[in-house]
């Protein structure tokens, strides 16, 4: 069978490395293996949902040096599922084994850091809240005073799913978490309180090529600072389309690579964007089945300078919803065909913990919604 | 979060066991990576495409007393990719340990060997050409006189891919291969020689539950014997709507467990079966992206007994191309966004070899297969 050879292909030699053995590192393998890319997992336990699923798994740390420089030796390119690891001991280890880590640590650690993440937000003249740095108790009282007696306070590092964060309508509120203050090294940033009509979330993409993608803007419901579920594609309204432009803009002046999901809120009066996170996301997940392509296959696509397309919509509405442990017994389910299941795999369930989540495609989104929610019912988590 | 909690659930206690490791094994395998649902390999080799996509491989000979009924103790329930098998050491295993195989064994005794697939098909009035059993040169002298003066002689077992097949269209033709008719211990079937117009395939299957599902017919393309691409859906004429009917009941008065293949010829006057496998099929891979459910997951709901649904379309026309080895060569490819790549990860590229498949979708079965076959040469395999 002969056919043209294009002189640019090229196999990979070694594995992409994953950082991390949770359930995002778990669907990037997954749709690694579909490519037929090989992969190898850095995690701590082989339990993780992600070593369960490939048979490239290395014990280790992710911020012990040694182990580290191991991995990144053994791996054409790296990326991970987090972005709460040593970003300046990823970089010494990418520049010292020669082995790209994607996205760069550089991004990584100016997103790791609410501080330096709003920073670059302001820089790049992307709408945000405003707010102050705090590193005491008598700081977060002037930054409460200054915005006018309503701050949501937010640890610099390591927050997620609503950890680290304190909404706070009162000095005396303010009071009660003063030790905080003074107990965490990182400091805080106090943000204006947003009261928000919804909240939006959308995923972008840059190649190591330099191409760009956006996917749809989708609304997010959150539940005691937890995502419950995703709807989508919203109506493009002018807002929306100058934001993803900016967005845009933003991704080539940085020069990011990979895919990054955008937490919004919608104030009914404008949008502002409340957080940026260098990876795959939870809000994404729903392209699994909502787009002719997932944001995993892209996440590999942009680190591998692959092209990556238009997404198109497989249905005109779709919806994920999160199952979350609601007990520690096993979970189980009957798994009925009109919704298509994400199970992580994960052996202990606990109250609030994604184990794993449902998609569902429809008419329009709300029908979508519905559809997933009438299905949680199938569900014991 | 509190919810109804229906009794019938239960969750896994012991994985799912596939038989092999071939890419058949590895994308059930991500399929059921993707539902969260427990895997066990067993399979020879470490490198087997199976093998690098789960943690839970067992390396072993699936026609060894012990080592199958080990497998089968640590396993839920077990399913094979392959019809080859010793379908009674497996039948007696499956009930010394207890652990149901899907498709049972006897459906892949009956379909393992051509002459008692040919008579299955005659009990059940499903139409296919005419044969007669062959033992020896003699009976096979006597077998193409009595056909016509041209047949095409099959072995009874282990054939594949145009092997073991022989189209005798001379008695000259027929001396030639007169050395084959004593070498081989389990004997040919001669069938009748079947101009056809065009090649046609269908995936139907049946659960646990006894729920029947069928696929849309497809039409396929061999070269050299081996499928090289498919296309769909086909119109579905009242000709394919009554065997569509048939292999329903058929389903049903067998009890089958499982997906299977058939593969069809299409005379320009009439639709004859060629063929059975009790498994899932290269004709069906369209539908990894050509319908909101796959026959991978499909397999795995109908041996769970799932609801198996309806599948639905995502395009109106859809195409898959084999990507078949041309040179001892390391593969590789640019990967272009307009298709879908589904690669083995296989070691060694030998020609002929299946390396892999693209998926394409369009609004016609005819734009599909063109796209897959421009698509071809971005892969240098």
């Known amino acids: ?33 579909e490519m037929g890319l090989p992969v190898r997992i850095l995690s701590e336990s082989s339990d ?70 709003k920073s670059l937000l302001l820089k790049h003249k992307l709408p945000s809240a405003n707010f102050f740095p705090v590193k005491s108790y008598a700081e977060a009282q002037k930054a409460l005073t200054k915005l006018g007696g309503r701050a949501v306070f937010k640890k610099r590092r390591f927050g997620y799913d609503g950890y680290g964060t304190f909404v706070v309508h009162s000095p005396s509120a303010l009071a009660k978490i003063e030790a905080e203050f003074g107990s965490n090294i990182y400091g805080f940033i106090a943000e204006q309180f947003v009261p928000f009509r919804r909240e939006i979330a959308v995923m972008v993409g840059r190649s190591q090529k330099g191409q760009t993608i956006r996917l749809p803007f989708v609304e997010t419901y959150q539940e005691n600072s937890r995502c419950l579920w995703v709807k989508g594609p919203l109506r493009e309204t002018s807002a929306l389309k100058t934001l993803a432009h900016k967005l845009e803009l933003f991704l080539k002046a940085t020069g990011y690579v990979g895919i990054m999901g955008i937490e919004l809120f919608d104030t009914g009066r404008g949008l502002l964007i409340n957080e940026l996170a260098p990876r795959v996301h939870n809000s994404g997940h729903y392209s699994l089945n909502g787009l002719c392509v997932d944001q995993f296959s892209l996440h590999l696509k942009a680190i591998l300078g692959q092209d990556l397309g238009k997404p198109v919509l497989t249905a005109k509405g779709f919806a994920m919803l999160n199952l979350l442990g609601h007990s520690s017994r096993k979970p189980s389910w009957d798994l009925p065909s009109d919704i298509h299941l994400h199970w992580y795999g994960k052996h202990d369930n606990r109250p609030g913990r994604k184990m794993g989540h449902i ?22 988590v």
């Open 359 to 380: 998609n569902a495609l429809a008419t329009t989104p709300d029908e979508a919604l519905a559809l997933v929610k009438k299905r949680l019912r199938n569900f014991d």
């Open 48 to 117: 993780d949902p992600a070593a369960q699923v490939a048979s490239g798994w290395v014990k280790g740390s992710l911020n012990e040096r040694k182990t580290l420089k191991q991995f990144l030796n053994s791996c054409s390119l790296v990326t991970f599922e987090s972005e709460f690891l040593d970003a300046s001991l990823l970089s010494d280890i990418a520049r010292e084994t020669g082995t790209p880590v994607y996205p760069r640590p550089h991004d990584m650690a100016a997103m790791q850091d609410r501080l330096t993440q």
């Open 1 to 33: 069978m002969p056919r043209n050879v294009s002189r640019s292909k090229k196999a990979l030699a070694k594995p992409i490395g994953i950082l991390g053995g949770g359930q995002l590192a778990r669907m990037i393998a997954l749709k690694a293996h």
